[in-house]
C-alpha cells in the first residue's frame, strides 16, 4: 500500500509545479504574439498548432506509457517540454514563436499520463473524489502562475524571463518524476480578448486568471460530492453545459470589469465540474483496460477544439471582442443538442 500512497502524494506535487509552470506563460502568449507584430488572426493560427499536434499525438503518447511505463514517458515529455518553453522564451518572431511550439505539441502530454496513473491507482469507486481533488491541485497552479507571470512579464524583457522560468519549471518536475518514482474557445486567446475590450495590463489579466484558479480549486474538492449526489454523470454534463451556455452569453454582453469578473465565477465552477465527471465517465466505460491509449484519443478529441478554438478566437476577435464567447455559447449549445439526441448512457432520462 505504501507505493501507491507515494505515487499519489508525489503526482499531486507534480501536478500543481506542472500547471503552474503552463500558468504562468499561457497567459502571455498571445500579447507577445501581438507585440511582435502578429495580426489576431496569426496569433490564433499560433495557438492552433498546438492543438492539430496534440490530436495526432495523444494517442501515440498514451499508447506509449501504457507499454513503457508512466513514469519512463513522463519523464521525457517533461524535458522535452522544457525545451519547447525555452525555445519560446528566445523567439523573437511569429514565425519562430510557431516553431517552439512544435515540441511542446508533441510531447506536452503529462496531464493525460498523470490522469492515466491516478486510475491505476484509485479503486472506481473513489475516482470522482480522486479527480476532483486532483483538479483542485492543477488549479492552485493556475492561482499562483498567473500572479507570478503577470508581474514578471511587466518588467524588462519579461515575456522571455516567464517563458524561460516555466521551461525550467518542467526540467525540475522531470527531476521530481524521476527521484520520487524511482514520479477551450473562450479561454484561448482570454488575456488578448481582456485588453481589446478592457485594457487591462497583464498584470490585472494576472489576478484576474488567478481569481478563477481559485474559484475551480475550491469547487474541484466538492466535485466528488456533486457527482455522487446526481448519481448520472451523462445528467450531470448536460445540466453543466447548459449552464456553461448562460454564463457564456452574459460574459459576452457585460460591458463592466467587475460584473465580467462575476459571471467567472459560475463559469468556473462548471469547466472545472465537467473535466472531473467527463473523465470518471470516460474511465469507466473504459473499465480499466488500455487506460493510457483511451487517454490519448480522449486527448486527440479535446485537441480538435485546441486546433480550431485559437484560430476562431483570433478571427472573431477581428470583429467583436465579444466573438469569442459568443462562438463558445453557440458550440456548447450544439454540444447540448447532440447530449439530447444521443444520451451517454442508458440511465440518462
Not at 481533488?133 to 503577470?150: D, K, M, Q, R, T
Not at 448562460?246 to 468556473?268: C, D, Q, V
Request: aromatic share 12%; with cysteine; net charge positive.
Amino acid at each position: 500500500m505504501k507505493g501507491p500512497i507515494i505515487d499519489l502524494v508525489v503526482s499531486k506535487l507534480f501536478k500543481d509545479m506542472d500547471l503552474f509552470g503552463v500558468s504562468i506563460v499561457l497567459p502571455l502568449i498571445s500579447s507577445h504574439a501581438r507585440e511582435l507584430g502578429a495580426s489576431p488572426t496569426v496569433t490564433g493560427v499560433i495557438g492552433s498548432l498546438y492543438g492539430f499536434l496534440q490530436f495526432f499525438s495523444s494517442p501515440v503518447v498514451g499508447r506509449w506509457s501504457d507499454i513503457s511505463g508512466r513514469r519512463y514517458c513522463l519523464i521525457w515529455c517533461l524535458i522535452l517540454s522544457a525545451g519547447s518553453y525555452a525555445l519560446l522564451g528566445i523567439a523573437s518572431s511569429p514565425f519562430l514563436m510557431f516553431i517552439s511550439r512544435i515540441p511542446g505539441g508533441i510531447f506536452k502530454h503529462s496531464q493525460t499520463i498523470s490522469k492515466s496513473l491516478l486510475t491505476d491507482i484509485v479503486p472506481d469507486n473513489q475516482l470522482s473524489r480522486a479527480l476532483g481533488y486532483f483538479n483542485a491541485a492543477s488549479s492552485i497552479g493556475f492561482i499562483l502562475g498567473p500572479l507570478i507571470g503577470g508581474h514578471i512579464a511587466e518588467t524588462p524583457g519579461g515575456f522571455y524571463k516567464v517563458a524561460l522560468l516555466a521551461g525550467a519549471i518542467f526540467l525540475l518536475n522531470s527531476v521530481i518524476v524521476w527521484y520520487s518514482f524511482s514520479v477551450l474557445v473562450f479561454r484561448t486567446n482570454f488575456t488578448l480578448t481582456m485588453k481589446e475590450r478592457f485594457e487591462t495590463s497583464p498584470k490585472i489579466n494576472g489576478y484576474i486568471i488567478s481569481y478563477t484558479g481559485t474559484i475551480s480549486a475550491l469547487f474541484g474538492f466538492t466535485a466528488g460530492s456533486v457527482s455522487n449526489f446526481y448519481k448520472n454523470d451523462a445528467k450531470l454534463i448536460t445540466h453543466l453545459a447548459i449552464l456553461q451556455v448562460i454564463t457564456l452569453l452574459f460574459l459576452s454582453y457585460t460591458f463592466s470589469l467587475n460584473l465580467f469578473i462575476l459571471w467567472l465565477t459560475p463559469l468556473s465552477f462548471g469547466s472545472t465540474l465537467l473535466r472531473v465527471v467527463s473523465a470518471r465517465l470516460l474511465f469507466v466505460r473504459g473499465k480499466g483496460k488500455d487506460v493510457g491509449t483511451l487517454m490519448g484519443f480522449s486527448q486527440s478529441n479535446v485537441s480538435i477544439a485546441r486546433i480550431i478554438s485559437p484560430f476562431l478566437s483570433g478571427l472573431a476577435l477581428e470583429f467583436s471582442a465579444s466573438g469569442p464567447s459568443l462562438i463558445g455559447a453557440l458550440t456548447t449549445m450544439i454540444a447540448i443538442v447532440v447530449l439530447v439526441i444521443r444520451p451517454q448512457n442508458p440511465q440518462f432520462d
